[in-house]
């Protein structure tokens, strides 16, 4: 089954314990995304890769870190977690660069930062 | 910048009434437009798209017509049911370093009552 994966679905962490939010596609997608929803906010890109080994800042990058190693796999991560930080985040795909294809969205990771 | 704008919600309907929720745009050039649904607890999955004017797109008894005249982009619904309710979000697509982004709306939540 054609899916975007996202572990955990549900995390409680604290001020500045580094974290990782896992993201995987079984498509062979080239651009993956990340993206945060905040009520009355709507989604906000947070980064975005066209392929491996190349990522890009989105609207809302400030606090958050990615990789692109694996054509798959596109982790997020919060080096210090802020409670600002606290929302729900989507991982996206899209099978290609270009073009209008729809993106497919992950199940959402909801985080909370105590 | 691009941007999307929805009618703000929450929209309360009875079973079988008649649906509009709005949406317009502003963009620079001719953006595809996409309705994406969010059920609860769950991903965004794609509702609907249009990519040049007047394209009407349309799924599960929903509708959209590509008004460029008007910059608009309106969800339509003859009869609606329980199953319907969700969070509904317009969005765009503009290009990002050769790729294209979605910019998102912030959201509309339909509740459908039996």
């Known amino acids: 089954e054609a899916q975007v994966t996202q572990n955990p679905r549900y995390l409680i962490t604290v001020t500045g314990k580094k974290l990782t939010v896992t993201c995987s596609q079984n498509m062979n997608h080239e651009y993956m995304s990340w993206y945060r929803q905040d009520p009355g906010l709507g989604l906000r890109q947070i980064y975005y890769?066209?392929?491996?080994?190349?990522?890009d800042k989105g609207d809302v990058p400030e606090g958050y870190k990615v990789s692109r190693k694996e054509k798959r796999n596109f982790p997020l991560i919060l080096e210090s977690p802020s409670p600002n930080q606290t929302s729900l985040y989507f991982c996206?795909?899209?099978?290609?660069?270009?073009?209008?294809?729809?993106?497919?969205f992950g199940p959402g990771t909801r985080l909370t930062v105590l | 910048g691009d941007s999307v704008t929805q009618m703000e919600g929450p929209v309360t309907l009875s079973e079988e009434a008649f649906l509009t929720i709005n949406c317009t745009y502003t963009?620079?050039?001719?953006?595809?437009l996409f309705w994406y649904v969010q059920y609860p607890g769950e991903g965004l999955q794609l509702l609907l798209k249009?990519?040049?004017?007047?394209d009407k797109g349309s799924n599960k008894g929903f509708e959209a017509t590509y008004r460029k005249e008007t910059t608009s982009f309106h969800l339509e619904k003859g009869s609606v049911q329980v199953s319907d309710s969700a969070v509904y979000f317009c969005?765009?697509?503009?290009?990002?370093?050769?790729?294209?982004?979605?910019?998102f709306g912030k959201g509309t939540k339909l509740t459908v009552n039996p």
């Open positions: 963009a620079t050039g001719y953006p595809s």
């Open positions: 249009a990519t040049k004017a007047d």
């Open positions: 890769s066209m392929n491996v080994e190349v990522t």
């Open positions: 996206a795909s899209n099978p290609s660069v270009e073009g209008t294809d729809t993106q497919y």
């Open positions: 969005a765009l697509s503009r290009s990002q370093g050769g790729s294209e982004k979605l910019v």
